[in-house]
């Protein structure tokens, strides 16, 4: 052979083992998967705002409206699509208050969010129903894990289709929140009526 070919052979063999190597590279390392966001837990406004206000609306808007004419709740006007929707209403409920009742600490809102009734003189800010909360946090959950019990009460009526069980829970159910309100929510009102 002459030369030239051998030149040609070994750079042919050079180009062909070249590209033979080129997928036992070393690549790049796989990069690590970021990790997940960490969930963050709603905050007691977005539970409030976006969970217990809406479905104890739907709970006391069929309770009321089956009433008689005593204020009973009369099980003949609630129909099995109503009692669905208490079931329903209920349970979400029943949710957001067992996430209140085991936190170890409940954030009232995210920075820079005005909570309802802040901007009144009878009402609180974030800020201090946060520090009403941090200074009874056990009594905070306390008023949550009430709030989980006549939601199952509820439930429980509407399992059974028993009005009167309807209307004892719809009842608690408003004491229930005032109580919360009252202590958490609007404290000062308390102290000037007193």
């Known amino acids: 052979m002459t030369s030239k070919r051998i030149w040609i052979l070994v750079a042919g063999i050079l180009v062909v083992s070249g590209c033979g190597k080129s997928a036992d590279r070393a690549q790049p390392a796989a990069q690590p998967r970021p990790a997940p966001a960490a969930q963050v837990a709603p905050t007691i406004n977005e539970l409030m705002t ?32 109503s009692w669905l929707l208490i079931t329903d209403a209920a349970m979400q409920m029943k949710e957001a208050s067992e996430a209140l009742g085991t936190r170890e600490k409940s954030v009232v809102a995210a920075s820079g969010v005005v909570i309802q009734d802040a901007n009144t003189a009878s009402g609180s800010s974030a800020a201090q129903v946060q520090g009403f909360i941090d200074a009874a946090p056990a009594a905070f959950r306390d008023r949550a894990g009430a709030l989980a019990v006549v ?35 609007y404290p000062q009102q308390m102290r000037r009526q007193q």
Do not use: I, R, Y
């Not at 439930?155 to 289709?161: D, E, K, L, P, S």
């Not at 028993?162 to 608690?172: D, F, T």
């Open 50 to 81: 976006k969970v217990v206000v809406p479905q104890s609306a739907v709970l006391w808007g069929v309770s009321n409206a089956a009433q008689d004419n005593d204020g009973n709740v009369d099980a003949s006007k609630v129909t099995n699509a």
């Open 151 to 185: 939601s199952d009460q509820m439930v429980q009526a509407a399992a059974t289709h028993n009005a009167g069980q309807l209307g004892a829970a719809a009842a608690k159910l408003d004491e229930v929140c005032e109580q919360c309100h009252v202590q958490f929510w």
